[in-house]
């Protein structure tokens, strides 16, 4: 299960690494230390987080050149494996996004709930990428 920093987790909040640090200190968003004693957000903590929050989105910042335009960074919030097919859910701020993938692009991407993931939005197709 993937952790974040505290700038990490503001990145994909839409927010400054300031008001993570407030949330934390004040109970709103539960964090841990990592082994050098930093703070860390637990993936599925902030998938849970940004559910409840579904605040501004973040924008790509190493963006793969591509000819989509829409792009949301985002994190998986459920993915629902059947046997041949998929269901990602992403939470990109305000905005919930559901791409249905192949079982096998699931298991490629390793995508798992709290896993940072850029939503790609094509006419009716969602792609979904790794940073």
Not at 18 to 26: H, Y
Not at 36 to 65: K, T
Request: glycine share 10%; aromatic share 4%; hydrophobic share 45%.
């Amino acid at each position: 299960m993937p952790s974040y920093s505290m700038g990490q987790a503001a990145r994909l909040l839409g927010v400054s690494a300031e008001t993570v640090r407030r949330w934390a200190d004040g109970g709103r968003l539960r964090v841990a230390r990592d082994g050098a004693g930093a703070r860390v957000v637990e993936g599925a903590d902030l998938a849970g987080f940004a559910v409840e929050r579904a605040g501004p989105h973040a924008v790509p910042e190493d963006d793969v050149p591509t000819s989509v335009r829409n792009a949301f960074v985002g994190i998986v919030t459920a993915v629902r494996v059947d046997d041949v097919a998929a269901q990602v859910e992403v939470q990109s701020g305000p905005h919930r996004l559901v791409s249905l993938v192949t079982r096998e692009a699931v298991e490629e991407l390793g995508l798992a709930v709290g896993v940072t993931v850029t939503a790609r939005v094509k006419s009716t197709s969602v792609h979904v990428d790794l940073p």
